[in-house]
């Protein structure tokens, strides 16, 4: 079992979902916690993953690493979105393997799911039809790593387990509109056009496509969960259960940030799939709930937004 003491290994941990993961085991009291950024440990690299995991033995891993992104990045860039983020995780869950590492945390997304799979997404529907093609090349990376840590299951009796959030917010997310999800986007968008005296926002798409969101502390609580606990299936969704139109939320936030502009749709601009709701049957029956609400959770990311703006990172695909 995991204790205060055990080395846990964090990878990605400057990242939104490392960095809450982070905050909530000190917070908990873990003391061993290591953590190594993409320059240091370039975790593309395979030689380099194997000799640091055989010199630092860690008995935790949990893979929070990704090149993650939007529906613009993810068309722009399918090679990135493919072949980092596969080099990524195999490197990651071979050498966790390959060192004896007890438990390994896999975190992947619900886009993993077919784009046409009945609702709420449950996770037997995976790979029961064809995905939707605007994050294809992320999705197919993300079901191998989730096949990979079944295989390790299977095979060896790991403790590896497979963890799907639904779409995520909240400190330190991608506010670079370029790159960033609906949800950033939508808040520096609206606290932007309010700054230019409450100008019209332009957003993609029609606003009809529904969408479940999850804030990030709340993925950190999950994952302390299965850290603390015996994960009986292979593979867990995670989210409230609850969804929202992309309308909604675009009339919520602009009433968050108090913007009093026009909204414009951009319809020539993609929806992606028309709803995306997690099935969180499987882990509420193992015991976990979400605890934030969304108005709560838009609310404090707004002010971490506000009080972070000279922090906003620029995030560039092709390195
Ligand atoms: N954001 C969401 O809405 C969402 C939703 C569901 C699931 N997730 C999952 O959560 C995980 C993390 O997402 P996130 O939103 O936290 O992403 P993020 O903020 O972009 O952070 C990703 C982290 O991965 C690290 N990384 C990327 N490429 C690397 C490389 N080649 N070598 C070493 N480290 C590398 C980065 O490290 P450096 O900072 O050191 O460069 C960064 O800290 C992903 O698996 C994603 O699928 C995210």
Known sequence: MVNKESKIYIAGHRGMVGSAIRRKLEQEGYRNLIFRTSGELDLRDQGAVRSWFAEQQPDVVIDAAARVGGIMANNEYPWQFLYDNLQIQNNLIAAAHETGVDKFIFL????????HADQPLKEDYLLTGPLEPTNQWYAIAKI?????????????DRHYVS????????PNDNFDLKTSHVLPAMIRKFHEAKEKGHAAVQLWGTGSPRREFLHVNDVADVVFFALNHEMKYDLY???TGKDITIKNLALLIQNIVGHKGEIKWDTSKPDGTPR????VSRMQEAGWRYHI?????????????????DQI???????
């Open 144 to 156: 191998t790593g989730v096949k990979m840590v079944k295989a390790l299951r299977l095979q060896y």
């Open 237 to 239: 969704n995670v989210g």
């Open 108 to 115: 992947g997304s619900s886009c993993i799911y077919p784009k």
């Open 163 to 170: 963890l799907m959030p639904t779409n995520l917010y909240g």
């Open 313 to 319: 990172k620029e995030v560039k695909v092709e390195e």
């Open 293 to 309: 609400e969304l108005e709560e959770g838009i609310r404090a990311t707004y002010q971490w937004f506000q009080e972070h703006q």
């Open 276 to 279: 995306k709701l997690m099935d």
